[in-house]
């Protein structure tokens, strides 16, 4: 059993990561758990890898000491460097997006407390999903705070959100459906009963995850398996996770953990793919008051007020690599400015940290 920091924690993250921090609460027992005890999803239409994002850019003399800010806007992806705007058709981003986003169905986080995106709302505006009560007791206590500026979301915006979704959740169980068909399973769409997963899953270890999911090319790169693996031989490069030892007895965890191995319809139901920004108690757009982010600032307002108000303890940020630019670093923080400083996005895939969660390794 893993040892774990006993404090509660709020996660950030690509929908993916969000779907891997509830399959490692919900599967407990196998897992070991987490503290993370509110998850703020943001949305994700696809994401890069930084080995590649780096070569494109030196390809086209574009130095990432000098980028600003990375924005992807009207199909187009742009970069804002010191002296200039570049703009690229998405399409050219496909030499550098990782392939397991193709089989992704979830733009707006909706196994998450509160998502938080842009598409939908004005210009340096966020919208905000609040999905659960918990979540709309934190929100309505931060907009009354004054830290930020709430607007209704127009009808306009919503359809807009409501299409860009539909349109990445019909593409990507068009690209399922072809993968499939090929012989390659994308096991976490498929509609298994839970004893037959349990069934399945209690044969699996490792070298099941290995072939199931890494070699698939569906891993998503979210370092929940490195997380909750008892002994601590599984390690993640900058292409996937590697195990590095035997495996312990009658251990399932990883596959359990893994958000692209079977997941039960109560996390995700038969439905899910029918609804654009899945289940939610409120939508509307939100600004800070007092900084800009990469949109309005909302995540970075709402980690602040967690930690403020002594919601939680630590959040989870990710930051930016001092000697690699724009290389995303996780980290758990409960340090104000350190959430400041990890404001905006970065578009390149990092496990999360949930290996900070682990209190000590412990070797069996
Ligand atoms: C890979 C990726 C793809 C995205 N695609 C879309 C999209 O298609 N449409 C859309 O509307 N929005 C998308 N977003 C969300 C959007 O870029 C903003 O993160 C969101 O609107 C919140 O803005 P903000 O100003 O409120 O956040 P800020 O206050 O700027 O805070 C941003 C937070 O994001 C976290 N973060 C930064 N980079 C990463 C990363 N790589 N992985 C996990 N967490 C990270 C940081 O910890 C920080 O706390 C995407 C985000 C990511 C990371
Ligand atoms: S798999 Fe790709 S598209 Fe899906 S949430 Fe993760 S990073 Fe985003
Ligand atoms: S011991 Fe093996 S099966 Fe268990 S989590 Fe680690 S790698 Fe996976
Ligand atoms: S194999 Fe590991 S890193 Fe990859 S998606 Fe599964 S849990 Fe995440």
New binding site residues.
């Given amino acids: 059993m893993i040892d774990m920091i006993n404090e509660k924690i709020a996660m950030?993250?690509?929908p993916c990561?969000i779907l891997a921090g509830s399959k490692i609460n919900y599967y407990e027992k196998e897992t070991g758990g987490s503290s993370i005890d509110l998850k703020i999803g943001?949305?994700?239409?696809?994401?890069?890898s930084y080995t590649y994002l780096k070569m494109f850019l030196q390809e086209k003399n574009i130095q990432l000491n000098d980028v600003k800010e990375f924005?992807?806007e009207n199909n187009k992806f742009k970069v804002f460097s010191n002296d200039d705007v570049y703009e690229f058709p998405i399409s050219q981003t496909n030499s550098f997006k990782r392939k397991n986003c193709d089989i992704c169905t979830d733009?707006t986080s909706n196994l998450a407390d509160i998502s938080?995106?842009?598409?939908?709302s004005s210009k340096r505006y966020?919208?905000v999903i609040i999905r659960t009560q918990k979540a709309k007791k934190i929100m309505d206590d931060l907009i009354k705070s004054g830290a930020v500026l709430k607007k209704d979301i127009d009808q306009k915006g919503l359809s807009l959100?409501e299409r860009?979704s539909n349109k990445k959740i019909t593409t990507n169980l068009g690209n399922i459906e072809k993968r499939e068909n090929n012989a390659h399973p994308v096991l976490y769409k498929r509609k298994t009963p839970d004893n037959e997963i349990e069934e399945l899953a209690n044969d699996c270890q490792f070298d099941c995850l290995n072939a199931d999911v890494i070699k698939e090319g569906a891993c998503v790169l979210c370092g929940a398996c490195e997380f909750v693996c008892p002994i601590d031989i599984i390690q993640i490069n900058e292409r996937k996770p590697i195990k590095k030892g035997k495996c312990q007895d009658d251990c399932h965890a990883c596959y359990y953990a893994c958000p692209r191995t079977f997941t039960t319809n109560k996390l995700l139901p038969q439905n899910i793919d029918s609804k654009a920004v899945g289940n939610y108690l409120d939508i509307y757009s939100?600004k800070?008051n007092n900084?800009?982010?990469?949109?309005?600032?909302?995540?970075?307002?709402?980690?602040l007020h967690l930690l403020d108000k002594d919601i939680t303890d630590n959040?989870?940020?990710?930051?930016e690599d001092e000697n690699n630019p724009w290389k995303?670093l996780?980290k758990l923080t409960n340090d104000r400015d350190e959430?400041i400083k990890?404001?905006?996005?970065?578009?390149?895939?990092?496990p999360?940290g949930f290996k900070a969660l682990k209190k000590e390794k412990i070797k069996y």
Avoid: H, W
């Fill in positions: 950030v993250g690509t990561q943001l949305f994700c239409m696809e994401n890069f924005r992807i733009y938080v995106g842009s598409v939908g966020s919208t959100l860009v939100l800070s900084f800009t982010g990469q949109d309005g600032g909302i995540v970075t307002e709402i980690l959040v989870f940020i990710v930051g995303p996780p959430v990890a404001k905006g996005t970065k578009y390149s895939t990092v999360i």
